[in-house]
């Protein structure tokens, strides 16, 4: 054996963590840039910023963007964030999620990238490793801001990887946090259970599933409802209007995103029925943004996708298997990373609207209660209270002040209906007090 092979060979078990390495600076940079750029969103990054803020603090989750004193636990079941506030005490930003979420996925490639190393060999290996960090459904999520699904992803491959192994407690550990995580979740360790089960493990397995649909339940049809106080789950019309047909080339495109990077190598293994779940409701559901390949709900899918096409790979024992799907990771990954930097580079604030709009924040007191366009919030949320513009002023709720970017777009309203609600803030009550060719910050006027 030569000095490179052996060289070669003591590098091997460390791939795997340079993988992940280089995947926390790529996602760390890109979510930091986005959102240095104004391109994050007050409706997420602000939003869940606002709740980790609360526990930070000791509260109880709110957060006012999603309206006044909503309790985001009554909106989706996430008490996961709760691990987040020791790091937001030491760094009271936004970033804090950012860097978090990145760190998070970037944890997930080591398990991933570590299986397919073993059953393809270091260089194919790798590259289905490179295939899984620029897949479309992690770089998403990294372009939409936070979410709390990224808590899932490397529990779902550190469990994936262990049922792989055989390693049955070892995956079902792994597994029964997701409860945690978001309340449509336990429906996978629910059908992890029946895998176990297929598998021989029935004690285990069904104890698994039987817990997983208990938790489902529990969660769905008593804790959200008791928490939100509308007793009702708030996205039951959204799981509920079942439109198996509607957008069915939507559809089609959103699989073929999943499993073509591997060469559809994932339908070769059993583990690819731990994808039903998530896949089930959103590809079922009537709600068109829960179709689309062109946001984050691929996240939690991505690492089961790409263990069972590891999987699929070693059981099918075909040489032209193992050599075409590290190509097709690699060429799905050139190609996600492309349409998602284009994607997300348009439209975007130039460095003097930029600028512009950084000044006039500076003008916003902390402590304050302010009224923030969605491109502007998240600018906000580590030092002030928050509410979405132009939702409101509305009611009771009038805001000292008020801050929104020029109008531009046709969402949530017109460019005309943006330029009338801000021409009748200013006949009714607000004065504006520093503008620029990038936002407008209007102070409520004194009672005479």
């Known amino acids: 054996m030569s000095v490179s092979d052996t060289a070669a060979r003591r590098f091997t078990p460390y791939l795997p963590y340079f993988l992940a390495g280089g995947a926390f600076v790529i996602y760390a940079v890109w979510s930091l840039s986005l ?28 957060a006012d963007l999603k309206g006044p004193g909503i309790p985001l636990l009554g909106d989706h079941f996430s008490p996961v964030l709760v691990l ?24 997930s490639v080591i398990p991933v990238s570590r299986s397919a190393i073993r059953v393809l060999g270091p260089g194919r290996g790798a590259a289905i ?23 899932a992803v490397p529990l779902l491959a550190f469990a994936g990887e262990r049922l792989l192994r055989r390693q049955w407690g070892w995956a079902v550990g792994f597994a029964v946090p997701l409860v945690l ?30 817990f997983g649909v208990l938790a489902t339940v529990v969660i769905v049809r008593v804790v959200l409802p008791a928490i939100n106080g509308s007793g009702a789950y708030s996205y039951g019309d959204k799981w509920g209007g079942l439109e198996p047909f509607a957008g069915f080339p939507v559809k089609l495109a959103t699989l073929a995103v999943l499993l073509a990077p591997t060469a559809f190598a994932a339908l070769r293994s059993p583990l690819a029925i731990l994808l039903l779940p998530t896949l089930a409701w959103r590809l079922l559901s009537g709600f068109h943004y829960y179709w689309s390949p062109a946001l984050y709900y691929d996240a939690v899918l991505i690492p089961i996708a790409f263990l069972a096409a590891v999987d699929g790979i070693g059981r099918a024992r075909a040489a032209w298997l193992s050599r075409v799907a590290p190509i097709c990771a690699v060429v799905a990954a050139l190609c996600s ?9 348009q439209p975007r604030w130039t460095a003097e609207q930029q600028a512009a709009a950084t000044q006039i924040l500076a003008q916003v007191p902390d402590g304050a209660t302010i009224a923030a366009a969605p491109r502007l919030a998240p600018h906000l949320t580590s030092r002030c209270r928050v509410l979405l513009y132009p939702t409101y002023p509305a009611g009771a709720e009038q805001p000292e002040w008020i801050v929104t970017n020029r109008p531009e777009g046709t969402w949530p309203l017109s460019v005309p209906e943006q330029e009338k609600r801000l021409a009748d803030l200013t006949r009714t009550g607000y004065d504006v007090v520093a503008g620029n060719p990038a936002a407008v910050l209007l102070h409520r006027r004194s009672a005479q």
């Open 35 to 62: 959102h240095s750029a104004f391109q994050s969103s007050g409706q997420d990054l602000g939003l869940f910023e606002q709740a980790v803020r609360a526990y930070a603090d000791g509260h109880w989750p709110t």
């Open 84 to 107: 987040l506030a020791p790091f937001y005490l030491v760094w009271p930003s936004p970033a804090t999620l950012l860097v978090a979420q990145a760190a998070l996925l970037a944890v």
């Open 129 to 151: 490793g490179v295939g899984y960090v620029l897949s479309t459904g992690l770089l998403e999520t990294m372009t939409h801001d936070f979410h709390e699904i990224c808590f």
């Open 181 to 210: 995580v978001k309340e449509d979740l336990p429906m996978t360790l629910a059908v992890l259970g029946l895998y176990l089960v297929w598998q021989g493990q029935r004690r285990l397995g069904w104890a698994t599933a039987a």
């Open 337 to 345: 990373t492309t349409v998602v930097l284009l994607h997300a580079n």
